[in-house]
T-cell receptor, first 111, second 115 residues
Framework: TQLLEQSPQFLSIQEGENLTVYCNSSSVFSSLQWYRQEPGEGPVLLVTVVTGGEVKKLKRLTFQFGDARKDSSLHITAAQTGDTGLYLCAGAEDSNYQLIWGAGTKLIIKP | EAQVTQNPRYLITVTGKKLTVTCSQNMNHEYMSWYRQDPGLGLRQIYYSMNVEATDKGDVPEGYKVSRKEKRNFPLILESPSPNQTSLYFC??????????????FGSGTQLSVL
């Protein structure tokens, strides 16, 4: 089973600042998904990246898949208090139909 | 409304008392899965099902059973719960294997405490 290391585990910043969350693996994934989870709820899909080097933007969120499809990053520009939550990455391992999950980044945006 | 429904939301039980957590989806999804979420460990897959009557073990299947007799339901059964199964459980579904362009939908979770 592949491992997906997510960093940082915890991040607390002021509103308006920028931040980047990373997911890294030593193995290749067929695709990678980013989810956001709020307390008391299940994760909600933000984006799926498929092609090596792919960049997708969702308003102030920018997602990038590494060229070798082993890593990914989530960059938030001008963070807002509404961005607070647990961010999870998940790599697709098509060979055995499993999603490999990172441990999550707990993000707190202070007003 | 398209959704994955889990019940109950909260459950406190004692060691050894069999329990079932129900999961139902109304989106005609083929793929369903159970996860447990523990602090610092992220989501770990317990079992998954690619379609009716097709179930497979995930990373942490010990102590759990599942069944998929009909497309919409995927119950999680703990025959003899133990304290190390205290966790937050999520059921999820997608139209097919959740990679590429498939979206995985999650239920709201079941917080289980085994005393």
């Amino acid at each position: 089973t592949q491992l997906l290391e997510q960093s940082p585990q915890f991040l607390s910043i002021q509103e308006g600042e920028n931040l980047t969350v990373y997911c890294n693996s030593s193995s290749v994934f067929s695709s990678l998904q980013w989810y956001r989870q709020e307390p008391g709820e299940g994760p909600v899909l933000l984006v799926t990246v498929v092609t090596g080097g792919e960049v997708k933007k969702l308003k102030r969120l920018t997602f990038q898949f590494g060229d070798a499809r082993k890593d990914s990053s989530l960059h938030i520009t001008a963070a807002q208090t509404g961005d607070t939550g647990l961010y999870l990455c998940a790599g697709a391992e098509d060979s055995n139909y499993q999603l490999i999950w990172g441990a999550g980044t707990k993000l707190i945006i202070k007003p | 409304e398209a959704q994955v429904t889990q019940n109950p939301r909260y459950l406190i039980t004692v060691t050894g008392k069999k329990l079932t957590v129900t999961c139902s989806q109304n989106m005609n999804h083929e793929y369903m899965s159970w996860y447990r979420q523990d602090p610092g460990l992220g989501l770990r897959q317990i079992y998954y099902s690619m379609n009716v009557e097709a179930t497979d073990k995930g990373d942490v299947p010990e102590g759990y059973k599942v069944s998929r007799k009909e497309k919409r339901n995927f119950p999680l059964i703990l025959e003899s719960p133990s304290p190390n199964q205290t966790s937050l459980y999520f059921c999820a579904s997608s139209l097919s294997w959740p990679a590429t362009n498939e979206k995985l939908f999650f239920g709201s979770g079941t917080q289980l405490s085994v005393l």
